[in-house]
């Protein structure tokens, strides 16, 4: 099969042909028919994450149908279309069996712990308790993102922050995961603030749903969270920091109102400093969001289903598998302020 094949890290891959995989004893193989490009996977080219080792094939956000199956396999069979979690658990520990397999300890993960889907075919492992079962006449378009940036955006707001029609957010970065989490709050019904230091990404947040913007070039975080209060009146009820930047993280959990909760999605290179003498004075909340459980997937399918979560509107960029190590290495040099898929 063709795939896109990182050889070494930071050189760029080679769309190479390897050979398919076949389905393990609890797995199955998927034929995939598309797969997005997230920030993550340029973290794995990078070498940033110690879970992959080389030769690797990248790729976590898919679409596709089961091929073949694996002889435990129960709940699914060949020829269903699926999309999957990007974290994948073991399905029998407590935490998967309480519907938290995103904090599995035995998790797996396509594109990081194994072979992922910028490839022809990608496996699963534990397919019962990770697949996710979509209709078959929605657009590839409409279900990529679901495996990861809606996901972990819509397991952080619903969730762990558990944010209710009429409260209000804040989000700070409106890249990729930023305008998933401004998109899904949206559907919920929040009144939301969007932060960033790009025009053409706070224009996109407003065409998503954002009621206000705030330009964040050249202001201290503590300037910025003094806007962010006084256009909420006070504070807002949940901060999603999108980034991964220590003052943006300050300037989130300064933005909160007593017994706000900050959901952190962007992901660190150190531990940040914060003023954890006003959580504790506020009561506030400082809640991880790390992908979503296979079985948190129908309320935010039936959304998608419905048209009131429309993740299509995030694609800006179509392409092919022999363009995606060009597409891996323009990450690093550029913002997105929407998502590139590739269509097998």
């Known amino acids: 099969m063709r795939a896109v094949v990182i050889e070494e890290f930071s050189t760029l891959p080679r769309l190479k042909d390897i050979d398919p995989p076949t389905a393990p004893e609890d797995g199955v193989v998927i034929r995939v028919e598309a797969t997005g490009v ?55 520990c407590r935490w998967c069996r309480s519907g938290n397999a995103q904090v599995c300890p035995e998790q797996t993960q396509p594109g990081f712990t194994h072979f992922g889907s910028w490839a022809e075919q990608v496996v699963i492992h534990s397919a019962d308790a990770n697949l996710v079962a979509v209709p078959e006449d929605l657009p590839a378009a409409n279900l990529v993102g679901l495996g990861c940036r809606f996901a972990t955006a819509f397991h ?49 947040a407003r065409d998503h749903g954002a009621a206000h913007t705030i330009n964040a070039e050249g202001l201290e975080w503590q300037d910025l969270a003094a806007e962010v209060v006084e256009r909420s009146s006070g ?17 989130a959990i300064a933005s909160l109102a007593p017994l706000g909760r900050h959901v952190q999605i962007g992901l660190l290179a150190a531990p940040p400093v914060f003023d954890m003498p006003r959580v504790i004075a506020l009561e506030l909340s400082l809640l991880g969001s790390h992908g979503m459980a296979a079985a948190e997937y129908p309320e935010m399918l039936e959304l998608v289903v419905q048209g009131s979560l429309r993740p299509q509107d995030l694609v800006t960029n179509v392409i092919g598998l022999e363009d995606a190590p060009e ?11 929407g998502m590139t898929i590739i269509e097998l």
């Open 156 to 204: 952080g707001l619903r969730v762990r922050a558990e944010l209710t029609p009429g409260e209000s957010v804040a989000v700070f970065g409106c890249g990729g995961v930023g305008l998933s989490t401004i998109m899904i709050a949206r559907a919920i019904g929040a009144e939301i603030i969007a932060v960033d230091v790009n025009d053409a990404a706070l224009k996109r």
């Open 38 to 92: 997230c920030r993550s996977d340029h973290h794995a080219w990078l070498g940033h994450d110690s879970t992959v080792s080389l030769p690797h094939v990248p790729g976590h956000e898919l679409v596709g149908w089961i091929d073949s199956v694996g002889p435990g396999v129960t709940t699914f069979s060949v020829g269903q279309r699926v999309t999957v979690p990007f974290v994948c658990g073991c399905g029998s």
């Open 235 to 251: 504070g807002v009820a949940v901060t999603v920091d999108a980034l991964g930047r220590e003052d943006t993280i300050r300037a």
């Open 327 to 337: 597409a891996l290495r323009a990450l690093g040099e550029n913002r997105q302020t």
